[in-house]
């Protein structure tokens, strides 16, 4: 069924993030924080705890992984379309160490009908690069928001911009 409302992409954009960042139980356990979201791209941060430490005294891939996967997630789903990874690579370059800050940046290749292909880096508060991403997506049935959301979300679109100063 296509939607007859019809919100700004950014908009949209943010209203997938929001809706999926609370529904995220895994991204929000780890404290990974969603930085920026545009279309077809998603920022998205974590700091490496104590927990994430591996024997090598350095952060563990999997959480790296997980970091990069999640920017991926929310980079691919900004269209309200159900959309998931259908298969992913990461090359480590360097370590991560307790206490770094680690961003992962989304960024969409290309987007066809039902597939996608994005890559994400990885990189620590001093902007080195710690590991590189590729995820390819698949947008499955379904839609992030109905019709319903759809229309409380410009609802609130639009009484916040009555209210900005002119």
Request: aromatic content about 6%; hydrophobic content about 40%; proline content about 2%.
């Amino acid at each position: 069924m296509q939607s007859t409302v019809e919100l700004s992409p950014q908009l949209l954009a943010e209203s997938c993030a929001a809706l999926m960042y609370e529904r995220d139980l895994a991204t929000r356990a780890l404290g990974m924080v969603i930085d920026t979201i545009v279309p077809g791209e998603a920022v998205l941060s974590m700091i490496v705890s104590n927990v994430m430490i591996q024997g090598h005294d350095s952060c563990h891939g999997g959480y790296i992984f997980t970091l990069a996967d999640s920017a991926f997630a929310f980079a691919c789903n900004t269209y309200n379309a159900v959309t998931v990874g259908q298969a992913c690579t990461i090359d480590y370059i360097a370590p991560a160490k307790l206490g770094d800050r680690l961003t992962a940046t989304a960024k969409e290749l290309s987007r066809g009908k039902r597939t996608g292909v994005y890559d994400v880096s990885i990189v620590n508060q001093r902007a080195e690069l710690l590991a590189t991403f590729r995820g390819r997506s698949y947008q499955v049935k379904g839609v992030l928001m109905d019709e319903r959301e759809l229309q409380s979300k410009t609802a609130e679109y639009l009484a916040k911009a009555q209210l900005k100063p002119s």
